[in-house]
């Protein structure tokens, strides 16, 4: 049955998200500005053949925040430490700025990590680099008139469309959590080249992103110019965990049983 925990790292305490008591470990790292609420209904899925972690990103969700705005690989280095805690290595699945942290994890720590599943690839063109830095995500000040809780309601009615209102409000609400810092890591995204350090990377790697999201091009671009296997959500505009949550924790069971990362895996591999 899936809980929730606080772990000590040197930067502070991570909150995450836990699940399942035997089979190999799978760590989901989150997309920005949000917090491992986005995998709430995979981790069921995944409880009865997985050991779980799912944590907050440094500065998100109610995890620590650092004093200062960090890298990818400043955010990299707790999830390192968490990961030393653990029994043996990890399968590392991480969305959107989440994969971007995955890949700095098994670069910096090639050890601690079994296997990537990487849920769109945050790569960008010089010209789309740019545009991220300028418009993507500005400072939200808090106002009198409230125009930063508007401003985060149209964010998440554009980039969540077709979600429930509840399931938006969510997100909305989490980000808001989070406002004074809610772009650090989407900058550190933008400023970070994740094609060098997952081209060194020895560990299976699947890559994948839903048809209509934004990173699909760039996701499946990655793959192709790597070499590395590339699916495709179909119907789904982004958000795979929240939207697809069978789909994903299909995916991330086929993965580990296909690459053989555990002794036995069972209720979920097909």
């Excluded at 997985?50 to 969700?61: E, I």
């Excluded at 707790?78 to 700095?104: C, F, K, N, W």
Aim: hydrophobic residues 40%; contains cysteine; negative net charge.
């Amino acid at each position: 049955m899936p809980y929730r925990t606080y772990l000590e790292t040197s930067y502070g305490q991570i909150h995450a998200r836990v699940a399942g008591d035997h089979g190999p470990h799978v760590v989901l790292l989150h997309e920005s500005p949000l917090s491992s609420f986005v995998y709430d209904d995979v981790l069921p899925l995944l409880d009865p053949w997985a050991r779980v972690l799912a944590p907050d990103t440094l500065g998100y969700g109610m995890s620590d925040a650092p004093p200062a705005r960090l890298d990818i690989p400043g955010y990299a280095e707790p999830v390192v430490e968490l990961l030393r805690s653990l029994d043996g290595p990890a399968v590392l699945v991480g969305s959107h700025t989440g994969a971007s942290i995955a890949i700095e994890v098994a670069h910096q720590a090639p050890e601690l990590v079994s296997g990537l599943v990487l849920l769109g690839i945050a790569t960008y063109t010089p010209e789309q680099q740019r545009d991220r830095r300028q418009n993507w995500a500005p400072d939200e000040p808090v106002t009198e008139e409230a125009t930063h809780l508007l401003s985060a309601w149209k964010r998440y009615q554009g980039l969540w469309r077709g979600c429930d209102p509840q399931t938006r409000q969510r997100a909305v609400w989490t980000m808001l959590g989070a406002l004074d810092r809610y772009n650090w890591a989407y900058h550190a995204a933008f400023e970070y080249d994740p094609i060098t350090p997952l081209s060194g990377v020895t560990c299976p790697v699947l890559c994948v992103a839903a048809d209509g999201e934004f990173l699909e091009e760039g996701t499946r671009l990655a793959a192709e110019r790597l070499g590395l296997p590339y699916e495709v959500v179909p119907d789904c505009v982004g958000q795979i965990p929240v939207r697809e949550p069978q789909v994903c924790a299909d995916l991330i069971a086929r993965f580990v049983a296909e690459h053989a990362l555990a002794g036995s895996v069972t209720g979920g591999a097909r």
